[in-house]
């Protein structure tokens, strides 16, 4: 028989009916409830995460451009020395002439000490410099012109060739005509008769030659004179004309000869031995006129040429004194004038290698030189001390040495004495010749001291700032602001809220960082020198 235990659990049975909904609708409102929770706290950190990465707008740094004044200054290292002494000598070889200091004489730089005998080529260059005056007057006188005068006098010259010329020229005309006149006479008269057929092609003798190349030669004659009278006649200006006569005169002397070698003996004829002389006889009166009007001729001829070629040269002259000279005369005339002072400068160089010149200002250690005697070149002659005590060696590196010339001052300071005490000195000579420290090329400068002060001593180290140049009341800006695009350079200008950029022009760059702006910029424009995000 079973107990009856009213302590036994009864078994759990889920939840039914309305209840059993409830409770499901409130278990889903906790779960939205979480999700929306985690929801909004990730959204809110996503937001903060933007916030905190979200780009700060960039920070500009500008300047306002303004006129300013500039300065370039080089620093340098050197040492303190005390000033060298320099002997001096002659460059040339001569007897001295004077002494003008001697040992314990202050001397200026450029100050002359001593000199040789230089009156030889004293009077040399006053012939040179003479020479110079001449060359610059004739080239003054070819660069000015033709004075209407001088034109004036060579028109008259031109008309007065002319003139010659016109009267050689009729003189030559006249004796042509009556010439060739003559000619024909003693040709037709004297000379044809002895031919048959005298104008034809193949005049013949009319009387036997026992010489038959003799014959033939004669009647060569005869065909060419006639030839040469034709010339004579269609020659086209008086010149030609000129010379067919002349050539026609000679061919009638030529057959004059030949005819007399044949009446000296030489022929068979029917004719009186008579008649025969007086043909010689005739034929040696035609040479003779036939000789002296080819003479005639000539002379007139001559006399025609020279004419016409004086008047020539007369009417060249009057064109060139009328067009003024040519660049060939201006750079031949102006080469004259250059090599005058070219010769001038050599007598110069000459007289100043037989004097000693001081290059340097102090005092005369010594002179070894007496007025008359005899030295030799590079002999020493005199010794001078600087008067500076002190000054600095210090080298310059081939970058900067264009910015420094002798004259610019410099401030310095020296290790001894620390930085406030500052010294002044000035730049007295640039070596011309490179020295190499460490494989950088660098030229040795000198400065001396402005002043004498006892606290400078030999072997101090010195740290000098030479002012190498300097610009006043120039527009300028930060170096650092100044943007080189392709050779171009360009700068940032804030306008109105807006960056504009802007091609300028740059010059002179100072030793602070600024640097001019010569084109492109205004005065009060604010300028972007950089920007930070």
């Known amino acids: 028989m079973k107990k009856n235990n009213k302590n036994q659990e009864k078994p759990k049975v889920p ?245 007399l070698i044949a009446f000296g003996g030489d022929i068979t004829s029917i004719y009186s031995q008579s008649t025969i002389d007086g043909w010689e006889t005739d034929t040696i009166s035609v040479r003779s006129s036939a000789s002296t009007a080819g003479s005639t001729i000539t002379t007139a001829k001559e006399k025609y040429l020279s004419a016409l070629n004086n008047l020539a040269i007369e009417e060249e002259q009057l064109n060139l004194k009328k067009s003024g000279p040519t660049a060939y005369q201006i750079e031949s005339y102006s080469a004259k004038v250059e090599s005058a002072k070219a010769a001038v400068d050599s007598i110069k160089a000459g007289i100043r290698k037989g004097m000693i010149i001081s290059p340097i200002s102090g005092v005369i250690g010594s002179t070894d030189i007496t007025a008359g005697e005899i030295i030799s070149a590079g002999v020493p002659a005199a010794t001078v001390i600087s008067d500076k005590k002190f000054q600095i060696k210090a080298n310059i590196p081939e970058v900067d040495i264009a910015k420094i010339k002798a004259g610019n001052r410099a401030n310095l300071t020296l290790d001894a004495y620390g930085n406030d005490v500052v010294f002044e000195a000035e730049v007295i000579s640039i070596d011309p010749g490179e020295t190499i420290i460490e494989g950088i090329t660098t030229y040795e400068t000198t400065l001396e001291f402005i002043e004498d002060d006892e606290r400078i001593k030999s072997g101090m180290t010195a740290n000098i700032d030479v002012l190498g140049g300097e610009r006043t009341d120039v527009l300028a800006v930060p170096q650092r602001a100044v943007i080189t695009e392709n050779g171009r350079k360009f700068l940032n200008i804030l306008k109105e809220g807006n960056i504009v950029k802007v091609e300028v022009k740059v010059g002179f760059k100072a030793s602070d960082g600024y640097i001019e702006i010569t084109e492109g910029l205004n005065e009060g424009d604010q300028v972007i020198t950089s920007t930070s995000l």
């Open 15 to 259: 939840p039914t009916g309305i209840k059993s909904r409830i409770k499901k609708v409130g278990n889903g409102i906790k779960k939205r409830k979480k999700w929306a929770i985690i929801t909004t706290i990730f959204v809110g950190i996503i937001a903060i995460i933007a916030l905190i990465t979200k780009p700060k707008p960039p920070e500009m740094a500008l300047f306002e451009a303004r006129k300013t004044d500039l300065a370039q200054e080089i620093s340098l290292t050197g040492k303190v020395k005390a000033a060298e002494s320099v002997i001096l000598s002659f460059e040339r070889a001569g007897r001295v002439s004077f002494v003008l200091k001697n040992a314990g004489d202050k001397v200026y730089a450029g100050n002359l000490i001593a000199s040789l005998d230089n009156s030889s080529l004293e009077a040399d260059l006053m012939q040179a410099e003479a020479s110079v005056r001449s060359a610059e007057a004739e080239l003054a006188n070819i660069l000015s012109g033709t004075r209407p005068e001088e034109i004036n006098v060579q028109e008259a010259r031109v008309l007065s060739a002319r003139q010659s010329f016109e009267i050689a020229e009729k003189e030559l005309s006249d004796k042509l005509d009556d010439n060739y006149g003559k000619a024909d006479e003693l040709v037709r008269n004297k000379i044809d008769r002895f031919f048959s057929a005298p104008k034809s092609v193949s005049p013949q003798l009319v009387f036997n030659v026992n010489d038959y190349f003799l014959e033939n030669e004669i009647e060569s004659n005869k065909k060419e004179l006639e030839d040469k009278l034709s010339a004579w006649v269609s020659a086209g200006d008086i010149s030609a004309k000129a010379s067919a006569a002349v050539s026609a005169f000679d061919a009638l002397r030529i057959i004059c000869d030949n005819l």
